[in-house]
């Protein structure tokens, strides 16, 4: 069976574009996630659904950051006018169950790189 | 809040020699203890994980990690380097609800 995709795997955007990130979770998988990865650091938690729930998003660092997952499969992560400081990979992830000792497997990821 | 320390940026290790990734994490229960690998391009991959009972977990392509509560510490370890093992390793730390708390990991370079 397919892993986690994610599209598209590099988004250049000028400052002050939208863009929107794309992440097909494993078929059946109940939670998804979304981490920021800066360049030399580990991932960073953005936000987590629970099938089209979205019961955390703590970690979106601004509300130019908006992620949906409407019938609880694919998610995307739309974030409006971009800045420079958004340039980094986006990484999603899905697991079986809700905990976190469930396996998260992660996608390659989107490289974002606003000019 | 759970957090994780990778104290090593950088290791570089001659291949067929040992290898130890260090770890700490600060949490106030016993933790779920994970290793992932990430190589370039590619997504991250459990290499293994640690909940409870024995403290000596082994994992895929050889690893192994021991969790320390004393020391707070989940080092991971291989005896003997391949030059496929170069990549990226983080460890991260789960808290009793769905989030995970990754450090910044390491880079690992073989040498021939």
């Known amino acids: 069976g397919a892993g986690v995709s994610q599209s598209p795997r590099y988004k250049v955007a000028k400052r002050g574009q939208d863009v929107a990130l794309r992440c097909d979770p494993i078929s059946g998988h109940v939670s998804l996630f979304w981490y920021q990865q800066a360049l030399g650091q580990g991932p960073e938690f953005l936000t987590y659904f629970q099938n089209e729930a979205q019961l955390d998003k703590s970690g979106l660092p601004s509300d130019r950051f908006f992620a949906e997952r409407p019938e609880g499969s694919v998610s995307t992560l739309k974030i409006q006018r971009t800045q420079q400081e958004d340039s980094a990979v986006y990484l999603c992830a899905s697991s079986q169950g809700t905990g976190s000792y469930n396996e998260q497997f992660f996608g390659p990821g989107t490289r974002l790189t606003v000019l | 809040a759970q957090s994780v320390t990778q104290p090593d940026i950088h290791i570089t290790v001659s291949e067929g020699a040992s290898l130890e990734l260090r770890c700490n994490y600060s949490?106030?229960?016993?933790?779920?203890l994970f290793w992932y690998v990430q190589s370039p391009g590619q997504g991250l991959q459990l290499l293994l994980k640690y909940f409870s009972g024995d403290t000596l977990v082994q994992g895929i392509k050889g690893f192994e990690a021991e969790f320390k509560r004393s020391q707070s510490s989940f080092n991971l370890r291989k005896p003997s380097v391949h030059w496929s093992d170069a990549a990226e390793y983080f460890c991260?730390?789960?808290?009793?609800?769905?989030?995970?708390?990754f450090g910044a990991g390491t880079t690992v370079t073989v040498r021939a």
């Open positions: 949490y106030g229960a016993t933790p779920y």
């Open positions: 991260a730390v789960g808290a009793r609800d769905y989030k995970l708390s």
